[in-house]
């Protein structure tokens, strides 16, 4: 008796009628059972998920290999056929859930003919797991939506997704006659082995809502997508123009950016719209990126002192978002901003945009000085530097170098004090920011070495410091 009669015989005596709510279709092909099992290199040290057991077919060829079957099956009528067929087999444990809602067993492997009108959250849920490998039949055409490439008509928000966590290939074309009752869709044979992710974002969350937005306008230039998206966001039609530009691949169609450059996009848009900030002084606005100094007090207490002369050239050094800049561009001829950050360089770009100075605010990215000219001279030079003590095992990110000073909280504040004073005009001066952490009488006495005057011209106590505006002016 082949598995068809089988099939036919068993629902015939139990009563079963094949549920088309349940994507019921019982795999009657012998020989695909055998490849499954073989595909997926089962042995006696495997723990296996079948899901959607039906009949028990799979989960008789797997039982003769593994160590243990966990064979999940939502309908009790089928469950109980399960229960007698396998109640001698030890390793095998009948599952009556539903797959989408139980939590699943630890395994370490998957062969299974699921339901086809699960495909997309049983995919999800699975990668949820921690697995060896998974042989799954899927209906082919979402097969193809799993494995397409970038422009290909199947790419689409499902294939980006589920690329960050499996490597994913067709094995073999199924064809309808391999179940009962035949399918109304052709089927495909599927392997699915987990990895970590190609490429990482910032955040999984914003990375998803921006690629399910651009996915509905697939066809679109990405610039234009992004403008439908922002708008779903509440943002201006002003502001929306400024914070697309100069994101990386605006003339590109959805369709054809790679995952890869979907999660470059989500980050800058990130950084941009979705977890930046907003600064307000006077009657400035400031954008700050997620991963760019945010200003505080010390930004502040320079900002309330800072006075520039009418045509003077200004070096805003370690710029950040760019706040310092933009204020002192109100009576400078020209401000030089620079700052180590990538992300800082492009926040303060656009803020001189957003606050109309990008005509005299020129942002460079560079560590101090190394981007200024020998001849370059400035009237005035001003930096907020990173003094906080931080010890070298602390993470190193952006925003942690932005404040980080070297264990003694001094080595970004030295390297600025040995150069600073050589670009100074014969009258200029250095506002400089300092703090009970940072030893305001060294950075002093070093300045004065140097030839220059030096006093405090504001200070404001905080929590756990008090703050120092330090004037150095040439003698």
């Given at each position: 008796m082949n598995l068809l009669e089988k099939t036919t015989h068993?629902?015939?005596?139990?009563?079963?009628?094949?549920?088309?709510?349940?994507?019921?279709?019982?795999?009657?092909?012998?020989?695909?059972?055998?490849?499954?099992?073989?595909?997926?290199?089962?042995?006696?040290?495997?723990?296996?998920?079948?899901?959607?057991?039906?009949?028990?077919?799979?989960?008789?060829?797997?039982?003769?290999?593994?160590?243990?079957?966990?064979?999940?099956?939502?309908?009790p009528k089928l469950t109980k056929v399960l229960e007698k067929r396998f109640e001698e087999k030890r390793n095998v444990i009948i599952i009556n859930e539903?797959?989408?809602?139980?939590?699943?067993?630890?395994?370490?492997?998957?062969?299974?003919?699921?339901?086809?009108?699960?495909?997309?959250?049983?995919?999800?849920?699975?990668?949820?797991?921690?697995?060896?490998?998974?042989?799954?039949?899927?209906?082919?055409?979402?097969?193809?939506?799993?494995?397409?490439?970038?422009?290909?008509?199947?790419?689409?928000?499902?294939?980006?997704?589920?690329?960050?966590?499996?490597?994913?290939?067709?094995?073999?074309?199924?064809?309808?006659?391999?179940?009962?009752?035949?399918?109304?869709?052709?089927?495909?044979?599927?392997?699915?082995?987990?990895?970590?992710?190609?490429?990482?974002?910032?955040?999984?969350?914003?990375?998803?809502?921006?690629?399910?937005?651009?996915?509905?306008?697939?066809?679109?230039?990405?610039?234009?997508?992004?403008?439908?998206?922002?708008?779903?966001?509440?943002?201006?039609?002003?502001?929306?123009?400024?914070?697309?530009?100069?994101?990386?691949?605006?003339?590109?169609?959805?369709?054809?950016?790679?995952?890869?450059?979907?999660?470059?996009?989500?980050?800058?848009?990130?950084?941009r719209i979705i977890k930046d900030s907003k600064t307000f002084y006077k009657d400035y606005v400031f954008l700050v990126f997620s991963d760019v100094y945010k200003p505080s007090e010390d930004t502040f207490l320079i900002a309330d002192n800072l006075k520039v002369k009418d045509g003077e050239k200004v070096l805003d050094v370690g710029t950040g978002c760019g706040i310092l800049a933009i204020i002192a561009s109100e009576r400078a001829k020209k401000v030089i901003a620079t700052?180590?950050?990538?992300?800082?360089?492009?926040?303060?770009?656009?803020?001189?945009?957003?606050?109309?100075?990008?005509?005299?605010?020129?942002?460079?990215?560079?560590?101090?000085?190394?981007?200024?000219?020998?001849?370059?001279?400035?009237?005035?030079?001003i930096f907020n530097p990173p003094y906080l003590p931080v010890k070298k095992s602390q993470k190193r990110s952006w925003i942690n170098k932005a404040w980080s000073g070297s264990a003694n909280g001094r080595s970004v504040i030295d390297a600025f004090l040995m150069e600073a004073p050589n670009y100074l005009e014969g009258n200029g001066r250095i506002l400089l920011l300092q703090s009970t952490l940072s030893d305001k009488g060294e950075t002093r006495k070093r300045l004065e070495k140097a030839g220059l005057k030096t006093r405090v011209i504001a200070e404001k106590k905080v929590s756990f410091e008090t703050l120092f505006l330090l004037e150095a002016k040439k003698e």
């Open positions: 068993l629902i015939k005596k139990h009563g079963i009628y094949p549920k088309k709510s349940l994507g019921q279709n019982f795999c009657v092909d012998a020989t695909l059972l055998k490849r499954m099992v073989d595909y997926s290199n089962i042995d006696s040290n495997d723990e296996v998920l079948e899901v959607g057991a039906g009949l028990g077919f799979l989960t008789d060829v797997l039982s003769k290999v593994a160590k243990k079957v966990y064979a999940i099956e939502i309908d539903d797959v989408l809602t139980t939590e699943l067993p630890k395994i370490n492997k998957v062969v299974a003919n699921p339901p086809y009108s699960i495909s997309s959250p049983l995919i999800f849920k699975l990668l949820e797991l921690k697995f060896q490998n998974a042989i799954i039949t899927l209906q082919e055409d979402f097969a193809k939506r799993l494995t397409a490439e970038k422009g290909n008509s199947n790419y689409g928000r499902l294939t980006v997704m589920v690329y960050r966590k499996a490597d994913i290939n067709i094995i073999e074309r199924v064809p309808k006659s391999a179940f009962f009752p035949s399918p109304k869709v052709e089927s495909a044979l599927i392997h699915i082995v987990p990895r970590k992710s190609p490429f990482n974002v910032l955040d999984e969350e914003a990375f998803s809502d921006l690629v399910k937005s651009l996915f509905n306008q697939r066809r679109k230039k990405i610039k234009n997508a992004l403008m439908t998206y922002l708008r779903d966001k509440g943002i201006g039609d002003n502001e929306k123009k400024l914070l697309v530009k100069e994101l990386p691949n605006l003339e590109k169609r959805v369709h054809m950016l790679a995952p890869e450059e979907l999660g470059l996009l989500s980050d800058e848009v990130h950084r700052d180590v950050n990538p992300h800082a360089v492009k926040c303060s770009k656009l803020n001189a945009k957003i606050n109309e100075r990008d005509n005299r605010v020129e942002v460079r990215r560079g560590r101090l000085f190394e981007v200024i000219k020998p001849k370059e001279k400035f009237d005035l030079i």
